[in-house]
């Protein structure tokens, strides 16, 4: 099999070696005879992987011991309704900034359940950059969008906030050295950076569950999924195994200062051709640019036909731009190689020399 460039948005690219073991386990796992995924989950081979998984969180995290690591299911979609549930107040209210389509659909999800005030957002320019802010307030908690996987934008330094800090990363987690033990919770479903699709890692500081005065919906309530050790019911095995492959992966490249140095070499590669090309703009501001998903446009359209052969012949996939966006979007998620950024550099390189 001839593998591409795989550039797209999520799910996404994983290392070869996780998706090679990924494949073993499914035909073999752990000499039993047997499918890792025909295997009780309450089995002691099954939950080894659970806890190597939870565990691996908190070391590549250097999580303090007051934290709880989660791998449920309903994807952040779910987790925008489930977080709000849980830490809302009865009568309480919380903050969100609205910086592009999953900043909203986490808004839209928070009504439901209380005061939801909207204190910054980028709708006004189509979220092509991060506004500047501070949080003061009695909000139960502040919730952002770390990285907008469609827009192209990421925070280049976390808001100052006096309320609890609540994180949406399904996009960049595990890509950049960060402090997570400012964070009162941190979801990120796992098909963007760590796995397949299929399960949502929670980082939750235990100390914010508990006060909301709600009664919960057993699958909803996280204090529940804290108790069984993130086994109350049945847990994606699949996903959570490659998640786990995936991690060990991340540590055995330097943990996050490891990831950080690869997705900088990757992101400059990418920008510095952006500026320099005369043929293509970016969607997003400098200073808000994302390490993760940058977002660009042909200056001159009607070039696109001559530009999508161009990068599909050079072994490109996945570059289409999100339709709220148009252009193109370069997904560079962990797994993926500079060498594959250098290739659509040398494209858009070559492209500027023909048409140029
Ligand atoms: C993809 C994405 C989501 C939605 O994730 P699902 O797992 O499909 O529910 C939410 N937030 C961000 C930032 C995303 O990139």
Not at 60 to 67: D, E, F, R, S, V
Not at 118 to 139: L, Q, R
Not at 166 to 186: E, G, H, R
Not at 227 to 240: E, G, L, Q, R, W
């Amino acid at each position: 099999m001839k593998k591409v460039h795989n550039f797209s948005a999520g799910p996404c690219i994983l290392p070869q070696e996780v998706i090679e073991q990924s494949a073993k386990a499914i035909l073999e796992f752990d000499n039993l005879g047997l499918s890792l995924i025909e295997i009780s989950h309450r089995s002691k081979n099954f939950e080894a992987v659970m806890e190597e998984a939870r565990s691996l969180v908190k070391e590549i995290l250097q999580l303090k011991p007051n934290y709880e690591v989660l791998f449920l299911q309903g994807g952040a979609t779910l987790g925008f309704y489930t977080i709000a549930l849980n830490l809302m107040r009865e009568g309480g209210k919380a903050a969100y900034a609205n910086t592009g389509v999953w900043a909203s659909g986490a808004i839209k999800e928070a009504k439901l359940v209380g005061q939801t005030d909207v204190i910054a957002d980028s709708s006004d320019k189509n979220h092509s950059y991060i506004p500047k802010f501070e949080v003061n307030g009695d909000w139960d908690y502040f919730h952002f969008t770390s990285n907008n996987t469609i827009f192209g934008t990421q925070y280049q330094e976390f808001p100052k906030s006096n309320v609890p800090l609540v994180c949406d990363m399904s996009s960049d987690i595990f890509s950049k050295d960060f402090d997570a033990n400012q964070f009162s919770l941190i979801y990120a479903g796992a098909q963007k950076n760590m796995g397949p699709a299929g399960t949502i890692l929670y980082i939750i500081d235990k100390e914010i569950l508990g006060k909301s005065g709600r009664k919960l919906p057993a699958y909803l309530d996280l204090q529940a999924h804290i108790d069984k050790d993130s086994m109350y019911n049945t847990p994606p095995v699949f996903a959570i195994y490659a998640s786990m492959l995936t991690l060990r992966w991340i540590k055995a490249n330097g943990g996050l200062k490891g990831m950080e140095a690869r997705n900088r070499a990757k992101k400059d590669c990418f920008y510095n051709e952006l500026d320099r090309n005369g043929l293509f703009h970016g969607h997003s501001v400098p200073d808000s640019r994302s390490w993760m998903n940058p977002t660009f446009r042909l200056n001159d359209d009607s070039m696109a036909a001559e530009f999508d052969q161009m990068w599909k012949s050079a072994g490109i996939s996945g570059i289409a731009g999100h339709r709220s966006v148009g252009g193109y979007r370069a997904s560079m998620y962990n797994a993926l190689p500079l060498e594959s950024v250098q290739v659509l550099v040398d494209v858009m390189k070559e492209f500027e020399r023909v048409k140029g």
